[in-house]
């Protein structure tokens, strides 16, 4: 079983930046796809952006060349670094772990952003 806690969001301006972190209570294992998810109040959650083991990663079309994952598996974290934020990027941020068919979630942390 695995747990993950995020953490590093709040309220920040137009333009201005957040890190968020996801700490993993149990170890990450390369075969551990991390991810992070989104969700806006009436809206569907979204991927935001995952990385695997080796370094390659995927990006929402949204966010790319703003935002960038990261992991490290020695500390089982992941981060995503946000920068040039913008109100539209307002939501609950989820960390997420597929590990094979199993997918665990954390309890989310929220972003806001002002215009």
């Known amino acids: 079983q695995v747990q993950l806690v995020e953490s590093g969001g709040g309220l920040v301006q137009a333009g201005g930046s957040l890190r968020l972190t996801c700490a993993a209570s149990g170890r990450i294992f390369n075969i551990d796809v991390m991810g992070w998810y989104r969700q806006a109040p009436g809206k569907q959650r979204e991927l935001v952006a995952k990385i695997r083991s080796g370094g390659s990663s995927n990006y929402a079309d949204s966010v790319k060349d703003r935002f960038t994952i990261s992991r490290d598996n020695t500390k089982n974290t992941v981060y995503l670094q946000m920068n040039s934020l913008k109100p539209e990027d307002t939501a609950r941020y989820y960390c997420?772990?597929?590990?094979?068919?199993?997918?665990?979630w954390g309890q989310g942390t929220q972003v806001t952003v002002s215009s």
């Open positions: 997420n772990l597929l590990r094979q068919w199993t997918n665990y």
